[in-house]
T-cell receptor
Framework: DGGITQSPKYLFRKEGQNVTLSCEQN?????MYWYRQDPGQGLRLIYYSQIVNDFQKGDIAEGYSVSREKKESFPLTVTSAQKNPTAFYLCASSMDISYEQYFGPGTRLTVT | GQNIDQPTEMTATEGAIVQINCTYQ??????LFWYQQHAGEAPTFLSYNVLDGLEEKGRFSSFLSRSKGYSYLLLKELQMKDSASYLC??????????FGRGTSLIVHP
């Protein structure tokens, strides 16, 4: 059964700690993306990767970091430098960057 | 900058037709996508337009006018399960996706 998985569904962290959100896909897609979604806001692009071992900053990359060492995996680290980390984080993938995206179920991160 | 505008909220009656508009101003254009997102869930792909005109897919249709920077999503024979947010997304230069804030559609019996 092909798809995208994100874990965990809910994550709680203390301020000042880094936290890594996982994203795995078995769709054999080349492109992967990370978004955050805040109430009343659209999806905002954090980072994207067109191919393994390559990634680009999106519109709101400050305070975040990613890696793309394997085609299937695109983990996102929310660092302590991110000023407002509490949000709903969505990972997506697409066959390549010109195609429609398939989204994971999301991780709701709360930092207190 | 990139700007994508959609109405914040719309209401409609079960069985009716509703049109959700999206206007955009982006640096470059490489296609426009519509996604549906139920509360607390992931968005799912509905439709794609890259050339001017209407694309029909069952009860859902999407229209694009590149010269006007305008698209709409048309939902026919509305059902209660169509209550959701509808997200307009533009692939701008280098195919970088930009999403609008979404339109929350409420369908009443």
């Amino acid at each position: 059964d092909g798809g995208i998985t994100q874990s965990p569904k809910y994550l709680f962290r203390k301020e000042g700690q880094n936290v890594t959100l996982s994203c795995e896909q078995n769709l054999n897609h080349d492109a992967m993306y990370w978004y955050r979604q805040d109430p009343g806001q659209g999806l905002r692009l954090i980072y994207y990767s067109q191919i393994v071992n390559d990634f680009q900053k999106g519109d709101i990359a400050e305070g975040y970091s990613v890696s793309r060492e394997k085609k299937e995996s695109f983990p996102l680290t929310v660092t302590s430098a991110q000023k407002n980390p509490t949000a709903f984080y969505l990972c997506a993938s697409s066959m390549d960057i010109s195609y429609e995206q398939y989204f994971g179920p999301g991780t709701r991160l709360t930092v207190t | 900058g990139q700007n994508i505008d959609q109405p914040t909220e719309m209401t409609a009656t079960e069985g009716a037709i509703v049109q959700i508009n999206c206007t955009y101003q982006t640096s470059g254009f490489n296609g426009l996508f519509w996604y549906q997102q139920h509360a607390g869930e992931a968005p799912t792909f509905l439709s794609y337009n890259v050339l001017d005109g209407l694309e029909e897919k069952g009860r859902f249709s999407s229209f694009l006018s590149r010269s006007k920077g305008y698209s709409y999503l048309l939902l026919k024979e509305l059902q209660m399960k169509d209550s959701a947010s509808y997200l307009c997304a533009v692939h701008r230069g280098s195919y970088i996706p930009t999403f609008g804030r979404g339109t929350s559609l409420i369908v009443h019996p």
